[in-house]
């Protein structure tokens, strides 16, 4: 059984829309973390002129957007990665809007600045992503995977997809879904 993810920011469940509106969200331990800025289950959220995880140092991402959190819009915000990755976005999420962000540090241990349609415990397809002008700040091409996603619509942006590397994520998501499936099944034949 995984541990649960300890989150900075959280935002989920929310009954209302939210936005953030410049401000820098660093914790001073970021070491101590997972996820800087997480949304889960979260609709209608506005992050705007944001400097999300300036100092990195964390143990995921620097946002991870997951559990179907729809309607959000990230705009003219500064992201730096975890130890996986800037932008995450998965389980289910949809109408998810990246727009004119900046992409700074280092990437990730896996290379990757946004993964779309990871392993999520809620198997659901990931869908209606769109990146419009995301660069990162020294002018390399913005690496992106995409796995268990579709309709990730990319514009004014220099990306690299990562054919390969997003290939062995739509096989890794599909195996680890089926084997919970199986697992399930077998717990309620004992």
């Known amino acids: ?8 920011n959280s935002i989920a469940d929310n009954v209302h829309p939210i936005t953030l509106d410049k401000q820098e969200i660093q914790p001073h331990a970021p070491d101590m973390w997972d996820d800087i800025l997480k949304l889960s289950n979260a609709w209608a959220v506005n992050i705007i002129d944001c ?6 140092g964390n143990r995921e991402d620097g946002i991870d957007v997951n559990r179907f959190s729809r309607d959000c819009l990230f705009k003219r915000c500064r992201v730096k990665a975890g130890a996986r990755y800037a932008i995450t976005v998965k389980g289910g999420s949809n109408y998810i809007n990246f727009n004119d962000i900046v992409i700074h ?7 990757v600045d946004i993964d779309i349609g990871n392993y999520s415990s809620t198997h659901a397809m990931t869908h209606d992503i ?5 660069r990162r700040e ?12 579709c309709d990730v619509n ?13 290939l062995l994520l739509k096989v890794y998501v599909w195996a680890k879904q089926n084997l919970v499936r199986i697992t399930n099944k077998l717990k309620g034949l004992i």
């Open 1 to 8: 059984m995984s541990k649960p993810d300890r989150n900075y």
């Open 51 to 56: 400097d999300i995880n300036p100092e990195g």
């Open 105 to 111: 540090g280092p990437r990730g241990k896996e290379g």
């Open 130 to 134: 769109n990146i419009n002008n995301v």
């Open 138 to 149: 020294d002018g390399q091409p913005v690496t992106v995977r995409i796995g268990y996603g």
């Open 154 to 166: 990319i514009t004014n942006t220099n990306v690299k997809v990562l054919v390969v590397q997003s």
